[in-house]
C-alpha cells in the first residue's frame, strides 16, 4: 500500500479596502481559523458600531469560501454581512452613511416580502404556501414596527429574519 505524502500548502490573504487587520498566511490546515477570526473581528467591527450609533444589529451571518487546498478543505475567501437597524434615523442620513453593513429598512423588507409573494405564486404544495404566508405576515409586522419607529429586543427581529432567510 503506497501512502502519499500531506500537502499543506501556505495560502495568502488580502484583506479590502479599508478593512481592518492584518494580511498575513496561513496554512491551508489553519485557514478557517484564519479566516474566521478574521470575519468574526469584523463583525464585532460593526456591533460596536451599531451601538454606538444607538442602534443595534438584527441580523448578521459570516460566510466562508471554502476549497480544496492540498489535502486539506480550506477557507480561501470570507465575507460578514450585516443588517443594523438604527431607530431616528431618516433614509437620506442611510444613504450618507459609510457603514459597509446593510442597513435594515421598510425597502429590505418589502423586497424580501415580494420574492416570497412570488414564490407563494407558484408553488403548489398547501404546506409549503401556508409556510410562505407565514412568512410573509412575520415580515410585514416587522416593517410595520420598523415604519412606526418601534423599538423591538434585538433576538425578536433575529429571529424573525432567521425564519425567512
Known amino acids: 500500500m503506497k501512502v502519499s505524502a500531506i500537502s499543506n500548502p501556505m495560502l495568502g490573504y488580502k484583506l479590502d479596502p479599508g478593512e481592518p487587520g492584518l494580511s498575513h498566511g496561513a496554512p491551508a490546515s489553519r485557514s478557517v481559523l484564519r479566516v474566521l477570526s478574521q470575519e468574526l473581528s469584523n463583525y464585532y467591527a460593526f456591533e460596536r458600531k451599531a451601538q454606538k450609533e444607538g442602534g443595534y444589529i438584527i441580523y448578521g451571518g459570516i460566510y466562508l469560501d471554502l476549497r480544496k487546498r492540498g489535502s486539506f478543505l480550506a477557507a480561501v475567501a470570507g465575507k460578514t454581512r450585516v443588517w443594523m437597524y438604527i431607530p431616528g434615523k431618516n433614509d437620506q442620513d442611510r444613504e450618507n452613511s459609510e457603514n459597509e453593513g446593510l442597513k435594515v429598512d421598510t425597502r429590505h423588507v418589502s423586497e424580501k416580502i415580494r420574492q416570497l409573494q412570488l414564490k407563494l405564486q407558484i408553488e403548489e404544495d398547501p404546506v409549503k404556501r401556508e409556510e410562505l404566508e407565514r412568512q410573509i405576515l412575520m415580515l410585514e409586522i416587522a416593517k410595520n414596527a420598523l415604519q412606526f419607529g ?7 427581529l433575529g429571529i424573525l429574519f432567521d425564519q425567512t432567510a
Open 150 to 156: 418601534m423599538s423591538f429586543p434585538k433576538y425578536l
